[in-house]
Every structure is written in C-alpha cells, then in structure tokens.
C-alpha cells in the first residue's frame, strides 16, 4: 500500500520570501505520478503542480516548484515570493501511474502567508 | 461553466435520515470518484467509477451506496446517517489522457445532528 507523510502540519511565511513543503512517499510502484494541491479557505481543490516519475526533470510552474528525489521518495514543494493569496491547505497525493486510479493523500500542511 | 458540480454544497440533517449528494462532471471524463474529508481534513478515496462501472470500494460502510447512471453523473446515497458521517464529500473525475489530472467538484459539506 502506499502512503504520503507530510511532517509540518502548519508553517508560516512573510509575504514574497520562499517557503517549502516537505513530502515524503513509500511505494514499490516504478511507474507513478506525485502532486501537489492547494485547499484555500473556499475548500475547492486546485491542481498546483505534478511530476510524473519517469521525468528526473523536477516540474515547474510560475512560481511554485518541486524537488523531486526518487532514490529518497521525496517530493517537496518550493514557493517563491510567497503571496497572501497563497494562504491554504496544500496536501501532497501520490497516484499509481495505470491511469485513473486514486489518489492517496498526505494529511496536509497548512500554510500561512503574513503580511 | 462549472466543469464538476455538486449538489448540494451544504447539507444539515437528523441523524438516521436517508440523503443523497448528486455530482456532474461536464469534461467527458471517464473514471469519477468519491472522496471523503473528515474533520481534520484529511481526504480518503470512497468509491470510482470507470465507464459506470464500479472498481474501488475502500472499507466504506455499506450505508453508502454509489450510484452512476452515465459516465457523466455519480450520486452518493447515504442511509441511515450518524454523527460519524459529518464531513466534506468530493467529487472527482479523470480521463486517462488527461495527464492523469483529477478535477473536482466544490465539495458537499454533511452535517449530522
């Protein structure tokens, strides 16, 4: 069975200055992708970023990117010049890679940007 | 244009009443889910749906029941409900080409009395 860890359960950060999200993972799976989603206080779910695992290349968007370690089953998010908006849950979930399958949830860090 | 919708997103009742959360999904997906946050807010998989067909039931009491009459739609009904129940239900939905994307619904927040 596979698991996700995240091990801050909140964090905090000024606004525009960099925080990371830690994640780890245990899996046998070789092929399977890894995500991070954003909760804002609205609840709705928001896609922020996915790697898959075949890809050494760590994903990138705007201004939020990963570090992707496959040998140490690490996946943390970076997010750069930190906005209020960013304010949220972000939860780290791991999905086998057959395809539609479900996705297994860490249990979330909560983030808090400070003006 | 709302592209996984839930109805309703707020549900308060009486413990031991039978209820029912509709889901929608607008984007030709194939494969739907259901999950469930509780009140810590971690998120657990229910139930999927593949092309209507049912291929996950995690350790979900029986008193919830899926039902999906087209690939669009995935309803959850829960009998009998307790206190136990209060939680966020997601809808979800995939396509295997989607880049393995989920999209979900607002969520459907159950409040057991």
């Known amino acids: 069975a596979q698991t996700v860890t995240q091990s801050q359960p909140e964090m905090s950060v000024q606004e525009a200055e960099t925080v990371t999200l830690s994640c780890t993972y245990d899996t046998s799976e070789s092929n399977y992708y890894l995500f991070w989603y954003k909760q804002p206080p609205s609840r709705q779910m928001i896609l922020v970023i996915r790697q898959e695992a075949y890809k050494q290349q760590n994903a990138t968007e705007n201004r939020f990117s990963v570090n992707f370690q496959k040998a140490a089953k690490s996946f943390s998010l970076k997010i750069s010049d930190s906005q209020l908006g960013d304010t949220a849950m972000y939860f780290c979930a791991f999905m086998i890679g057959s395809g539609n399958t479900p996705l297994v949830f860490g249990k979330g860090t909560r983030l808090s940007v400070i003006a | 244009d709302t592209a996984v919708s839930q109805t309703p997103k707020y549900l308060v009742t009486q413990m031991g009443n039978d209820k029912s959360i509709k889901c929608e999904q607008n984007?030709?997906?194939?494969?739907m889910y259901w999950y469930k946050q509780d009140s810590k807010k971690f998120l657990k998989i229910m139930f999927s749906y593949n092309n209507k067909e049912l291929i996950i039931n995690e350790t979900v009491p029986n008193r919830f029941s899926p039902k999906s009459p087209d690939k669009a739609h995935l309803n959850l009904h829960i009998n009998s409900l307790e206190l136990g129940d209060s939680a966020v239900y997601f809808c979800a939905s995939s396509y295997l080409t989607s880049r393995n994307e989920q999209f979900f619904g607002p969520g459907t927040r159950l409040t057991v009395l």
């Open positions: 984007l030709g997906h194939d494969t």
